[in-house]
């Protein structure tokens, strides 16, 4: 966790649920309260699933304020299906991490001079 984003790597093989969304929803939300935008970025370094129906959810957090995902191996299928759950322009993908944390720093920024 960093002053306006988070970096998630979740294990090989771990199927990201509704138990496992809700435990890192609220470690944000024990770090940045409700009110502090952040960002998160999905570091994809190891395979694991995702039930798509934690994107519904997600983007009902007002202080979630974009997503990202970094896949190394540059497999944009994953990003295509799930930016569909989030709002346009809220949601992208990258195969670079700098690049990410550069797109969401940016993000955040803007959504706070808004």
């Known amino acids: 966790?960093?002053?306006?984003?988070?970096?998630?790597?979740?294990?090989?093989g771990v199927h990201?649920?509704?138990?496992?969304?809700k435990v890192i929803c609220e470690l944000a939300k024990s770090y940045y309260g409700n009110h502090e935008s952040y960002g998160y970025i999905s570091h994809r370094i190891n395979n694991?699933?995702?039930?798509?129906?934690?994107?519904h959810y997600n983007k009902s957090i007002n202080n979630l304020k974009c997503v990202s995902i970094v896949d190394p191996?540059?497999?944009?299928?994953?990003?295509?299906?799930?930016?569909?759950?989030?709002?346009?322009?809220?949601?992208?993908?990258?195969?670079?991490?700098?690049?990410?944390i550069l797109w969401t720093q940016t993000m955040i920024r803007q959504k706070m001079l808004a």
């Open 48 to 55: 694991f699933s995702i039930d798509p129906m934690i994107h």
């Open 16 to 21: 990201v649920d509704q138990e496992i969304n």
């Open 73 to 100: 191996k540059g497999l944009k299928i994953v990003s295509n299906l799930e930016s569909k759950f989030y709002y346009q322009n809220r949601f992208y993908g990258f195969s670079d991490l700098d690049k990410a």
């Open 1 to 12: 966790m960093y002053d306006d984003f988070i970096i998630g790597e979740i294990n090989e």
